[in-house]
């Protein structure tokens, strides 16, 4: 056990994260829910208007205060699946809490079904409550098989702990840039109380706690039984889980754990568990999960959601996966993935159900799309992916729009349009037509004669400024002194980065690459397309 427990446990305390106390009051815009459809010309994906996030009105909201008020808000969110009886008590006596949600590290990112669990430690921290996020560098070495129909493919040790210190880095930025308040916020890995223990304390301390007869009775454990069998290895995970709760009581007098509508009954083997340690009576709570328009969990195994870190899925993407999910989700979304008051929520909804047009029903997934994004990003991120949009879907494209464009904007977009990359000499020398036919701006890529026919009636534009087959490209402005952006029509684009390396009389072929949003691969919601 001793060697179990040290090969799963090597990133420690150095992994351990606890706050300062800081800090900059949360941005959320939730003062006016739009009552009209939205005028600006700019269009989203799906071919609704979008504006600014900066031009919505803002006011920090009042947030549900310690009691019966925050029980109250998160029923009215639908945010509560199941409750221990001692819970409601818990909440009504009005006294701060300490709560904790777990986080497997089986990638290198959360996805956005993470963001439920995030959202809702966000909440209680936002009432005052301590909030702890534990990642589980010794679990996912054993596997949670709640909702897994087989085992889980093993995870190596190196693997594991990699996604362990990128999880506890990424949670920690989160929660820095989202604190509301001086309450205590807790990153903690579980690796760190596993990584000495041995066998024989393991059993004498914690392996008479718990009944072989509950154990077997769970429901997830009767479905792996009835099915393809279950592992003693994925079996003990519940145990595992249990531990967690004890030793969080223990350090932080844990008193609360919240997790998914599929991990109810791992909390309450860590009810009993800490009830038969200590006597005391502790809580737990689970959250409907996430799902589609035909009942389907969002989750990385299903294939329908997308990472929140950045590098994984951009802020432009995250951006469009939002607003091409199906408006029939919008109601739990709303609820469950923004701060927006339950009453402003149920008034949009209730005007897009007197009022189903394209617009009204659009502005649910603006909405949540841009309160998603500044919370896992930021309002900086939101307004380059909100940039991004307007160029790709918006009515406007001349140079007045292209100078306005951030140069995080352009390098936003080289990931989501064809890139290129050539010597500046080509700027020069090179033939604009040509140049033209080699990025293969023009669907189809067309011959000499039907790309200067797209010229002669205006539709080909370099950052903004109509081109003619006799335009010199030298001519044209470059945008911060290195881009081009071409256009033909509404749906050919291509961006060109001028570099000084290579600048001979040689034409480069260029770094091109498609966009995973032109390709079509990031994954839609359910059998929406992505916009």
Same mark, same amino acid.
């Given at each position: 056990?001793?060697?179990?427990?040290?090969?799963?446990?090597?990133?420690?305390?150095?992994?351990?994260?606890?706050?300062?106390?800081?800090?900059?009051?949360?941005?959320?815009?939730?003062?006016?829910?739009?009552?009209?459809?939205?005028?600006?010309?700019?269009?989203?994906?799906?071919?609704?208007?979008?504006?600014?996030?900066?031009?919505?009105?803002?006011?920090?909201?009042?947030?549900?205060?310690?009691?019966?008020?925050?029980?109250?808000?998160?029923?009215?969110?639908?945010?509560?699946?199941?409750?221990?009886?001692?819970?409601?008590?818990?909440?009504?006596?009005?006294?701060?809490?300490?709560?904790?949600?777990?986080?497997?590290?089986?990638?290198?990112?959360?996805?956005?079904?993470?963001?439920?669990?995030?959202?809702?430690?966000?909440?209680?921290?936002?009432?005052?409550?301590?909030?702890?996020?534990?990642?589980?560098?010794?679990?996912?070495?054993?596997?949670?098989?709640?909702?897994?129909?087989?085992? $889980?493919?093993?995870?190596?040790?190196?693997?594991?702990?990699?996604?362990?210190?990128?999880?506890?880095?990424?949670?920690?930025?989160?929660?820095?840039?989202? $604190?509301?308040?001086?309450?205590?916020?807790?990153?903690?890995?579980?690796?760190?109380?596993?990584?000495?223990?041995?066998?024989?304390?393991?059993?004498?301390?914690?392996?008479?706690?718990?009944?072989?007869?509950?154990? %077997?009775?769970?429901?997830?454990?009767?479905?792996?039984?009835?099915?393809?069998?279950?592992?003693?290895?994925?079996?003990?995970?519940?145990?595992?889980?249990?531990?967690?709760?004890?030793?969080?009581?223990?350090?932080?007098?844990?008193?609360?754990?919240?997790?998914?509508?599929?991990?109810?009954?791992?909390?309450?083997?860590?009810?009993?568990?800490?009830?038969?340690?200590?006597?005391?009576?502790?809580?737990?709570?689970?959250?409907?999960? %996430?799902?589609?328009?035909?009942?389907?969990?969002?989750?990385?195994?299903?294939?329908?959601?997308?990472?929140?870190?950045?590098?994984?899925?951009?802020?432009?993407?995250?951006?469009?996966?939002?607003?091409?999910?199906?408006?029939?989700?919008?109601?739990?979304? %709303?609820?469950?993935?923004?701060?927006?008051?339950?009453?402003?929520?149920?008034?949009?909804?209730?005007?897009?159900?007197?009022?189903?047009?394209?617009?009204?029903?659009?502005?649910?997934?603006?909405?949540?799309?841009?309160?998603?994004?500044?919370?896992?990003?930021?309002?900086?991120?939101?307004?380059?992916?909100?940039?991004?949009?307007?160029? %790709?879907?918006?009515?406007?494209?001349?140079?007045?729009?292209?100078?306005?464009?951030?140069?995080?904007?352009?390098?936003?977009?080289?990931?989501?349009?064809?890139?290129?990359?050539?010597?500046?000499?080509?700027?020069?020398?090179?033939?604009?037509?040509?140049?033209?036919?080699?990025?293969?701006?023009?669907?189809?890529?067309?011959?000499?004669?039907?790309?200067?026919?797209?010229?002669?009636?205006?539709?080909?534009?370099?950052?903004?400024?109509?081109?003619?087959?006799?335009?010199?490209?030298?001519?044209?402005?470059?945008?911060?002194?290195?881009?081009?952006?071409?256009?033909?029509?509404?749906?050919?684009?291509?961006?060109?980065?001028?570099?000084?390396?290579?600048?001979?009389?040689?034409?480069?072929?260029?770094?091109?690459?498609?966009?995973?949003?032109?390709?079509?691969?990031?994954?839609?919601?359910?059998?929406?397309?992505?916009?």
């Amino acid at each position: 056990m001793a060697h179990f427990c040290r090969r799963i446990a090597t990133l420690a305390t150095s992994m351990h994260r606890t706050f300062p106390a800081p800090l900059n009051n949360y941005r959320w815009n939730s003062s006016n829910i739009p009552t009209d459809p939205p005028s600006a010309v700019d269009k989203g994906a799906d071919g609704s208007a979008e504006t600014s996030s900066s031009g919505q009105a803002s006011s920090t909201p009042t947030a549900p205060q310690l009691g019966k008020d925050m029980l109250v808000d998160l029923r009215d969110r639908g945010l509560c699946a199941t409750e221990s009886f001692e819970a409601q008590a818990t909440f009504l006596s009005g006294e701060p809490i300490v709560v904790y949600a777990g986080f497997d590290p089986t990638a290198d990112s959360l996805h956005i079904g993470h963001a439920l669990m995030l959202l809702t430690l966000l909440r209680f921290h936002e009432a005052g409550h301590t909030i702890i996020a534990l990642v589980g560098g010794a679990t996912a070495m054993v596997g949670d098989p709640s909702d897994q129909t087989q085992d $889980r493919v093993p995870l190596g040790q190196f693997e594991v702990e990699c996604n362990t210190h990128t999880l506890i880095k990424w949670i920690t930025d989160f929660f820095e840039k989202n $604190r509301r308040n001086s309450a205590r916020i807790e990153v903690v890995n579980n690796a760190d109380w596993y990584k000495d223990m041995n066998l024989l304390h393991f059993f004498a301390k914690y392996g008479s706690q718990l009944r072989v007869t509950t154990l %077997l009775g769970r429901e997830f454990v009767q479905a792996r039984l009835n099915g393809s069998g279950l592992s003693y290895k994925e079996f003990s995970y519940q145990m595992f889980q249990a531990i967690d709760y004890a030793m969080l009581h223990d350090k932080y007098s844990c008193n609360l754990q919240i997790g998914g509508q599929d991990q109810w009954g791992n909390i309450l083997n860590g009810i009993e568990m800490v009830r038969k340690l200590t006597g005391q009576s502790v809580h737990g709570l689970t959250l409907p999960l %996430l799902t589609t328009p035909h009942g389907q969990k969002i989750a990385k195994s299903a294939g329908n959601s997308v990472w929140l870190d950045a590098n994984k899925t951009t802020p432009f993407q995250l951006y469009q996966y939002i607003i091409s999910l199906d408006h029939s989700c919008m109601d739990q979304y %709303l609820n469950a993935l923004s701060f927006l008051p339950v009453k402003d929520i149920r008034q949009l909804l209730r005007k897009v159900r007197v009022t189903p047009t394209k617009e009204t029903t659009g502005m649910c997934q603006r909405l949540l799309a841009k309160e998603i994004v500044s919370l896992v990003h930021g309002e900086a991120d939101l307004e380059v992916a909100l940039a991004a949009t307007a160029v %790709l879907y918006g009515r406007t494209w001349n140079a007045k729009a292209a100078s306005q464009l951030s140069e995080e904007a352009l390098e936003m977009l080289s990931k989501e349009v064809p890139f290129s990359r050539f010597p500046r000499l080509m700027r020069k020398r090179g033939d604009i037509v040509k140049i033209v036919q080699k990025i293969k701006l023009c669907r189809g890529n067309p011959g000499l004669k039907h790309i200067i026919e797209n010229f002669q009636t205006g539709k080909i534009s370099c950052n903004g400024e109509v081109l003619s087959e006799v335009s010199e490209l030298e001519d044209t402005e470059m945008l911060f002194g290195k881009y081009s952006f071409f256009r033909h029509g509404k749906r050919g684009m291509h961006l060109v980065e001028w570099t000084d390396a290579g600048s001979t009389d040689t034409e480069a072929d260029g770094d091109t690459a498609k966009s995973d949003h032109e390709e079509g691969k990031l994954p839609a919601a359910d059998d929406q397309q992505d916009k």
